[in-house]
């Protein structure tokens, strides 16, 4: 194969109505310099607002870098990254939602030079900042959920605790579809961003920089991203069956377990939380599932633990 077609690096990009933001993310990315070849590719969810005729104008101008999906109709985040995936050929890929951005031009070259010279490594993130829609920082450690750390690894017990290394605008990966087959990837339907961290973690370690290389935009008050569809909102019962669905399929595809009763737990305490500060029936319900579930869980992990069987 031709050296200089191969691409290094496809840069992953979902867009519904970021007109805001959407010319941002890609200057972020287009700005990058490479010893290597890398693309850009477009998942435009069919957007109400401008972010087509902008992304238009970007093609035309740089065909040979960025890729476009132009979706007929909405496909919502899920299908829209799934038809994205499907299109990148990079050894690594890298994720840049619309409304995100890179600050650093040398942040790919830095990650790829990483993982090409650490083949235990499957991953790279790094320190972000959290921003507002006006690029202001986000100082309340409530909404600001990657305070900076520093430069460490990750192996698979470190993911199992924490769940998540850091924000997916920091994220450089191996290609996805040649460590799980797509179906089975594509068919746990759970949390994206933790799905991508906890597969890469069964492959090999995660590494973590120290350098801030992105911003991760957080709008509360609207929009369609998921802070704002979340904020507020007790999203407790589907972050527990998420994470269950997440453990079965990590157990099922790499027999390895990534449960944790701990996080699961807090989940339930969480639930309760939510029914005190507002006594609802919706609230009851969640609180009354997660801790039936929580406990015909712990029940059986306790029982396999006691006959020396591994249990998710």
Same mark, same amino acid.
């Given at each position: 194969?031709?050296?200089?077609?191969?691409?290094?690096?496809?840069?992953?990009?979902?867009?519904?109505?970021?007109?805001?933001?959407?010319?941002?993310?890609?200057?972020?990315?287009?700005?990058?310099?490479?010893?290597?070849?890398?693309?850009?590719?477009?998942?435009?969810?069919?957007?109400?607002?401008?972010?087509?005729?902008?992304?238009?104008?970007?093609?035309?101008?740089?065909?040979?870098?960025?890729?476009?999906?132009?979706?007929?109709?909405?496909?919502?985040?899920?299908?829209?990254?799934?038809?994205?995936?499907?299109?990148?050929?990079?050894?690594?890929?890298?994720?840049?939602?619309?409304?995100?951005?890179?600050?650093?031009?040398?942040?790919?070259?830095?990650?790829?030079?990483?993982?090409?010279?650490?083949?235990?490594?499957?991953?790279?993130?790094? #320190?972000? &900042? %959290?921003?507002?829609?006006?690029?202001?920082?986000? @100082?309340?450690?409530?909404? $600001? /959920? !990657?305070?900076?750390?520093?430069?460490?690894?990750?192996?698979?017990?470190?993911?199992?605790?924490?769940?998540?290394?850091?924000?997916?605008?920091?994220?450089?990966?191996?290609?996805?579809?040649?460590?799980?087959?797509?179906?089975?990837?594509?068919?746990?339907?759970?949390?994206?961003?933790?799905?991508?961290?906890?597969?890469?973690?069964?492959?090999?370690?995660?590494?973590?920089?120290?350098?801030?290389?992105?911003?991760?935009?957080?709008?509360?008050?609207?929009?369609?991203?998921?802070?704002?569809?979340?904020?507020?909102?007790?999203?407790?019962?589907?972050?527990?069956?998420?994470? #269950?669905? &997440? %453990?079965?399929?990590?157990?099922?595809?790499?027999? @390895?377990?990534?449960?944790? $009763? /701990? !996080?699961?737990?807090?989940?339930?305490?969480?639930?309760?939380?939510?029914?005190?500060?507002?006594?609802?029936?919706?609230?009851?319900?969640?609180?009354?599932?997660?801790?039936?579930?929580?406990?015909?869980?712990?029940?059986?992990?306790?029982?396999?633990?006691?006959?020396?069987?591994?249990?998710?």
């Amino acid at each position: 194969m031709n050296e200089e077609k191969t691409v290094m690096v496809s840069v992953m990009m979902p867009v519904y109505n970021h007109e805001k933001y959407i010319a941002k993310a890609i200057d972020g990315v287009l700005m990058q310099k490479t010893n290597f070849r890398f693309e850009l590719i477009i998942g435009e969810d069919c957007s109400t607002d401008h972010s087509r005729s902008i992304i238009r104008r970007y093609q035309k101008q740089y065909p040979d870098i960025i890729k476009v999906i132009y979706q007929p109709k909405n496909q919502g985040m899920r299908n829209n990254i799934k038809m994205i995936f499907e299109k990148a050929n990079g050894r690594y890929w890298a994720f840049c939602e619309g409304d995100d951005y890179w600050t650093d031009c040398n942040k790919l070259q830095k990650q790829v030079d990483f993982l090409e010279t650490h083949p235990n490594f499957s991953a790279v993130y790094h #320190n972000v &900042l %959290c921003v507002d829609e006006k690029e202001r920082p986000c @100082k309340r450690k409530s909404i $600001n /959920k !990657y305070p900076e750390k520093p430069e460490q690894s990750f192996t698979f017990e470190d993911v199992k605790r924490i769940k998540l290394v850091g924000q997916s605008a920091s994220l450089l990966f191996r290609n996805l579809y040649k460590v799980i087959a797509p179906n089975l990837y594509e068919n746990c339907v759970c949390n994206g961003d933790q799905k991508i961290c906890a597969v890469m973690a069964c492959i090999g370690d995660i590494y973590y920089m120290k350098d801030f290389m992105a911003c991760h935009r957080v709008v509360l008050n609207k929009g369609c991203s998921w802070s704002a569809k979340t904020y507020q909102k007790n999203i407790n019962l589907y972050l527990y069956n998420s994470y #269950n669905e &997440l %453990c079965r399929m990590i157990q099922n595809t790499f027999g @390895k377990s990534f449960y944790d $009763n /701990k !996080y699961t737990d807090d989940l339930r305490k969480s639930s309760f939380i939510c029914l005190c500060r507002e006594t609802t029936f919706k609230n009851m319900f969640i609180w009354l599932t997660i801790s039936l579930k929580y406990f015909g869980s712990l029940k059986r992990y306790l029982m396999c633990k006691k006959a020396g069987i591994d249990r998710n």
